[in-house]
Structures are given as structure tokens and as C-alpha cells.
């Protein structure tokens, strides 16, 4: 990723490409912790002397050992082929877009340093753009994500990827692809700010540091950082959009929000923080790491 006004010096074509694989191989790695998450996030509040309702999952860790006991290791990478769909669309266009957006708010003559505000602003359209195109992939996702162990004879939701496709269209519409689209393009244009524009940002900084170069020491710092700042900051949208979509008892975004702080308190906006840490903060150093190292490959195989 370009820590200055300067253009990519590889093509269009080998930015989305390099960003979709890097995306994509991070996903694999880090999906048995976003599972994790989902389950954590949708998990409502106990009644209080309800033996019944206590807590399934309790923690990262727990969540993980939980769902490998009771359904196997497998179902850890429940959404695996709707992640990578929606990889190579939202990573590719969110990740790939970043630079070409960015260069055109800062204009074609630009010198220096890129402000922050322009980078927030164009991570923040790439987000809102990418996830556009990309929600009925979450939405298929998540409700993979969501689905725990059936009791004997009940049969699942959906059998697979395509099958959960093709069930919500026949049952609830196209248009029900798109649910949680508002949620969704707020987490996610919120997310790819403090995701590219951290990284961007500090590796600028760090590459401004006597000793310090660019080479895999300093995308791992940046990529921490990033990580670190796009779960502070979009914690709270994350639950709304997972519980939007997992549950459709809420009727919009401002009601699953009000019901989740009046049935659940202020911290559920931040259930699964430390999944969602160890999520982001490894997906973001080990996609980031990828990707300059993709980057680098392409601009060898556009340059002989």
C-alpha cells in the first residue's frame, strides 16, 4: 500500500487481483475466530434464575472448544465459501479501490504527504461501495455462522452455500439478500477507515522513523494498529449487523439497537470484543502482509 501521494506502480487489474488473494487467504486462516464471534454476538442475556438460559459460549477460547466438541472441527469454518465470495468482491473492491479513490480526492498533481481526512473519506466510500455489492455473501455467511448443533431428526436450514442462496430468494425475496445492508454499510465503511487509513497512516509514520524501512517488520506494526482501531471503533455495528442478521425478530437498525441496550445493557455492544480482536488484529496483519508481498509479485510479473 502507497504511504504517499504517489500512484500504484502496478496496474488496476493486478491491485484487485493481489487484494481479493490476500483477503481471501486471511479468511481461511482467521474464520474459525469470526465463528466464534457470530456465536458470542447473537448469544442473548440470561434470565436471571433460569437455569436454562445460562450462557453456552463463554469466551474465545470456550466458544472455539465449545463448537469443536459439540459439532465437530469442521464447523469451524461454517461459511467458508460465502467468506471467500465475499472476499473476492468486498476485499478486492475495498482494498483494491483504496488507492485510485484516494488519488483521485487528493488530485492528480498532489505532492506529499496524503492527508488523513482523505484517506478516511476514501476507505470510507471503498467500504460503503464494496459492501454494496457484496451483502447477500455476509448475510449468507452469517446465517451459516449462526446455525449450532440441531437436535436428532431436525433438519438444517440450509444444506450449503448456494443452497442457503437459492432458499432465501425462493422464500423471502432477492431483496431479502440485502438485509442488514444499512447496519452492514455502516460497519463496514467504518471498519475499512479504521482498517486502510490506520495502516496507511502508520505506516507512513513508522517509514518516517531512522532505522525503520518497508519491509515486513514494519507491515506487521501497521497491521496490528489497524486491526486494534477498527475493533474500538466498530464494535457496536458489528452486533447490531450480526443480530439484524441472524434474527429476523428486529425490525430495523435503530430497533435491534434499542432492544439489544434495553434487553441486553450497553456491553453487548462490545460481545466478543476479544474474538473480534483476535479476528480483526490477525486478519488484518496476516492480509496486509499478503498483500504487499502479492503486490510485489504482480509488479515482477507486469514488469518482465
Known amino acids: 500500500m502507497v504511504a504517499d501521494g504517489k500512484k500504484s506502480d502496478i496496474s488496476l487489474g493486478g491491485t484487485l487481483a493481489s487484494s481479493a488473494f490476500a483477503a481471501c487467504f486471511a479468511e481461511i486462516c482467521t474464520i474459525p475466530l469470526d465463528t466464534a464471534k457470530v456465536r458470542l454476538q447473537l448469544q442473548k442475556k440470561a434470565v436471571a ?3 436454562l438460559s445460562l450462557p453456552k459460549y463463554r469466551g474465545m477460547l470456550g466458544t472455539v472448544a465449545t463448537i469443536a466438541r459439540e459439532e465437530g472441527v469442521a464447523a469451524l469454518w461454517k461459511g467458508i465459501v460465502p467468506g471467500l465470495h ?10 483494491g479501490m483504496y488507492e485510485p479513490v484516494k488519488n483521485l480526492y ?9 492527508p488523513l481526512t482523505k484517506k478516511i473519506l476514501a476507505a470510507l466510500t471503498t467500504g460503503a461501495l464494496g459492501i454494496t455489492v457484496a451483502n447477500p ?6 446465517r451459516l455462522q449462526a446455525e449450532g448443533k440441531l437436535s436428532p431428526g431436525v433438519p438444517r436450514r440450509y444444506s450449503g452455500a ?10 423471502e425475496g432477492v431483496a431479502a439478500l440485502w438485509t442488514g445492508l444499512g447496519p452492514n454499510v455502516a460497519r463496514n465503511a467504518i471498519i475499512n477507515a479504521a482498517e486502510l487509513a490506520s495502516y496507511d497512516q502508520v505506516k507512513q509514520t513508522i517509514l518516517k522513523i531512522p532505522g525503520f524501512t518497508d519491509n515486513v517488520v514494519t507491515h506487521l506494526f501497521s497491521g496490528l494498529g489497524a486491526g486494534f482501531f477498527a475493533v474500538c471503533i466498530g464494535s457496536p455495528v458489528d452486533v447490531v449487523k450480526s443480530r439484524m442478521m441472524g434474527d429476523s425478530a428486529y425490525k430495523s437498525t435503530l430497533d435491534c439497537f434499542v432492544k439489544t441496550l434495553k434487553n441486553d445493557g450497553p456491553l453487548a455492544f462490545y460481545k466478543g ?6 479476528r480483526l488484529g490477525s486478519w488484518n496483519v496476516i492480509m496486509f502482509l499478503t498483500l504487499e508481498q502479492a503486490k510485489k509479485f504482480v509488479k515482477n510479473m507486469e514488469s518482465s
Open 106 to 114: 487528493v488530485g492528480e498533481n498532489f505532492v506529499g504527504d496524503v
Open 273 to 278: 470484543f476479544i474474538p473480534n480482536f483476535g
Open 49 to 51: 434464575g433460569d437455569a
Open 162 to 171: 448456494m443452497n442457503a442462496y437459492s432458499t432465501i430468494i425462493r422464500q
Open 86 to 95: 465475499r472476499q473476492c468482491l468486498f476485499g478486492g473492491l475495498r482494498i
Open 137 to 142: 455473501t455476509d448475510l449468507v455467511k452469517v
